[in-house]
């Protein structure tokens, strides 16, 4: 049984019931569509979410189907961070640091690489009033190409939330270009 679709002009929706009855809506591009409906697409679920399809016991992801399999030390990363999103303006070939940087969000604060620290500079404040209070900091890891390692660097330490989130976004773009942008 073929999957169900729905049209939207470029974006289509197909549709992908499990077993159990969850439903999930999957965007590719329009002009996909008449490669993606010659084979049957079902969920992979462990940690994220990934349409796949099975034939001849080998599994092929959604998203390599419609862009290619990466080559060595290479990824596939969803640019928006959503699984489900597999039109092709979503999707890049990146190195493993790459995606690394563009993978959701755990910590409470729902930025990568930002920390509150509520300590931070107490003491200098107390001494001298002038002193800003900057108690949020950002930092970024980046691959080191000689040995292929990577680093922690910091960004620096800012007065607001939003101030923290700017720069981190200024060295993301300096790190590793529009790739996330």
Not at 68 to 80: A, I, K, L
Not at 148 to 175: D, M, P, Q, W
Request: positive net charge.
């Amino acid at each position: 049984m073929k999957n169900k679709y729905i049209k939207e002009g470029n974006v289509t929706i197909l549709l992908i019931t499990q077993r159990n009855g969850n439903k999930h809506r999957v965007l590719i591009d329009t002009e996909d569509l008449p490669r993606v409906l010659s084979r049957r697409w079902c969920m992979q679920i462990s940690r994220n979410k990934y349409v796949v399809s099975n034939t001849n016991n080998k599994r092929i992801y959604l998203h390599h189907f419609l862009i290619g399999h990466p080559g060595v030390n290479m990824e596939t990363d969803h640019r928006d961070r959503n699984s489900l999103n597999n039109c092709k303006k979503n999707l890049a070939h990146v190195s493993l640091g790459e995606n690394k940087v563009n993978r959701k969000v755990t910590n409470k604060h729902g930025f990568p690489g930002l920390e509150y620290i509520p300590d931070y500079r107490k003491k200098e404040i107390i001494r001298n009033k002038n002193i800003p209070y900057k108690p949020w900091r950002t930092r970024l890891r980046i691959k080191n190409n000689e040995d292929n390692r990577t680093r922690l660097i910091s960004i620096g330490v800012f007065a607001t939330k939003k101030e923290a989130i700017e720069a981190r976004r200024k060295a993301e773009l300096k790190y590793f270009g529009s790739i996330f942008h």
